[in-house]
């Protein structure tokens, strides 16, 4: 398992905690496919928290532009994997 | 020969309002509590639940659609994410923009997928309610002024916006009858505090009327009568706990027209925090007159 693959993991992992702690449901029941409208919960109340709740897991901050944009766990991964390297 | 269908006023509650007219043969339909933002994502409840509808009242083809939608917006999401992208450099008007563009965008499609002959955007009426529920979906505040004044920012967006997204969308709006010269809403137009009671229902259809019948706009007293507002908002940043680890703490913003230290949430204070992440260039003077600063930066001399 090469470098990028351990922290492509280990950000999705974080991301899934995250996801876990606003919706209140074990992080391994979430894929990189759940997000806004996707999953049960996870509506416009809970998107921008769970944003939040994201950056302070990965110590990232997001654009406002990509606030408004992120709508998946996989376009959160994409974001902060380009952030982080 | 046959008839042409009635106008369909749908979306939020204040869609219902038209049940009461008399002077303008319309089909009211009630979707619920639907968002300009949802109605935008088409797999969200509410825009499932508009579909159907719209489905179940035989199509919508050549018939004028009314779209009661985005008070709910204004009222509430909007002040939950303003303060947040305001302290990332985004203004608010550049921020009510995107949505208002989103949103025109989308009714344009509708237009396009459904062979509607004309929408009509019934904008969101003045509110009384002073403040947002306080929880951690809306950590936010804001008195009915600075509700109304983003009201007048939105009405000046979809006005730039409209004509160039299609002949074929019009707007109307009670807004401006339902305030004072200094934005503060009349409670005789909001006795519940929200909704425009039955009792002004033929007001409503006065103004709306024509622009069924294919006026662009009419948005009551023009907007170049409104005067510069110089409203003064701030980005007041405070850290509340986690609502599941007390020790810890999340930092949240509001927007507000502040004198105040602190904020009560759930009948707890807050102070007020000093955030040198506010950057000093999300901050300035918008074309209303609205100026927008970090609670812990000194407001300019007159």
Redesign the interface.
Do not use: C, N, V, W
């Given at each position: 398992v090469n470098t990028n693959d351990k922290n492509t993991a280990s950000h999705l992992a974080a991301i899934r905690r995250a996801v876990s702690?606003v919706l209140g449901r074990p992080a391994e029941s979430f894929g990189s496919e759940d997000g806004?409208?996707?999953t049960d919960g996870w509506?416009?109340?809970?998107h921008?928290?769970i944003l939040?709740a994201v950056e302070?897991n990965l110590g990232v901050?997001?654009?406002?532009?990509e606030?408004?944009e992120l709508r998946s766990i996989q376009a959160m991964l994409d974001v902060v994997s380009a952030q982080t390297g | 020969m046959k008839q042409a269908a009635l106008p369909l006023i749908i979306g939020d509650c204040h869609a219902l309002l038209f049940r009461a007219a008399k002077t303008l043969p319309c089909q009211v339909a009630h979707v619920g509590p639907i968002?300009a933002?949802?109605f935008c994502?088409r797999?969200?409840?509410m825009r499932r639940l508009f579909d159907q509808l719209i489905l179940q009242t035989g199509g919508v083809a050549q018939r004028t659609v009314v779209l009661s939608i985005s008070e709910i917006d204004i009222r509430a999401?909007f002040w939950?994410?303003l303060p947040?992208?305001l302290a990332?450099?985004?203004s608010l008007e550049q921020?009510v923009q995107?949505r208002v563009a989103g949103y025109l965008d989308e009714v344009q499609n509708f237009i396009n997928e459904t062979g509607v002959s004309r929408v009509v955007l019934w904008g969101p009426p003045a509110s009384l309610l002073g403040q947002a529920p306080h929880n951690?979906?809306f950590p936010t505040a804001g008195s009915n002024r600075t509700r109304n004044l983003l009201r007048h920012t939105f009405n000046h967006s979809v006005a730039a916006t409209a004509s160039g997204v299609s002949d074929r969308i019009g707007f109307a709006s009670m807004f401006y009858d339902m305030i004072h010269n200094d934005f503060t809403s009349n409670s005789s137009w909001i006795p519940d505090a929200i909704h425009i009671p039955e009792d002004r229902v033929t007001d409503c259809c006065e103004r709306l009327e024509p622009v069924l019948n294919g006026i662009p706009l009419s948005l009551g007293p023009a907007l170049s009568m409104v005067p510069e507002l110089a409203v003064e908002l701030c980005i007041a940043p405070y850290e509340r706990p986690h609502r599941?680890s007390p020790r810890e703490f999340?930092k949240n913003w509001l927007l507000t027209e502040n004198t105040k230290q602190s904020v009560t949430i759930a009948g707890q204070a807050f102070s007020f925090v000093s955030d040198a992440s506010v950057p000093s260039d999300a901050v300035g003077v918008s074309s209303l007159g609205l100026q927008v600063r970090p609670f812990s930066s000194p407001a300019s001399p007159p």
């Open positions: 702690d806004l409208d996707q509506d416009s109340l809970a921008m928290t939040l302070k901050e997001f654009t406002a532009d606030l408004l | 968002t933002d949802a994502r797999q969200s409840p999401h939950r994410d947040i992208l990332r450099g985004m921020f995107r951690d979906e599941d999340f």
